[in-house]
């Protein structure tokens, strides 16, 4: 198994920042990639970012720019840079971890989710 724990999220006013971070314990060693995933209310769960072992990087077209996803392998965590915050981006943020290299949202290992608020 493989657990996954959010921090980071808040209320922020437009045009602010926020970081994220995702610590990974337990058969970490099967995961290849990890990524951030997000809900608003009354929609789907949607990719934001996804960065694999091999350092390789991907985001959603609305965040391109804004967000910087890294990772920190001597301390199995990733990170999500949010900047020039919108109120759109307000949503619940989930960590996920794939044994995949490309991230799919199949896998069964998700964070509890951390809330992000962008006021106007």
């Known amino acids: 198994q493989v657990q996954l724990v959010e921090s980071g999220g808040g209320l922020v006013q437009a045009g602010g920042s926020l970081r994220l971070s995702c610590a990974a314990s337990?058969?970490?060693?099967?995961?290849?990639?990890m990524g951030w995933y997000r809900q608003a209310p009354g929609k789907q769960r949607e990719l934001v970012a996804a960065?694999?072992?091999?350092?390789?990087?991907n985001y959603a077209d609305f965040v391109k720019g804004r967000f910087t996803i890294s990772r920190d392998n001597a301390k199995n965590t990733v990170y999500l840079q949010m900047n020039s915050l919108k109120p759109e981006d307000t949503a619940v943020y989930y960590c996920?971890?794939?044994?995949?290299?490309?991230?799919?949202?199949?896998?069964?290992?998700w964070g509890q989710g951390t809330q992000v608020t962008v006021s106007s």
């Open positions: 337990g058969r970490i060693f099967n995961i290849k990639a």
């Open positions: 996920n971890a794939d044994p995949s290299w490309v991230i799919t949202g199949t896998s069964d290992y």
């Open positions: 960065i694999n072992s091999g350092g390789s990087t």
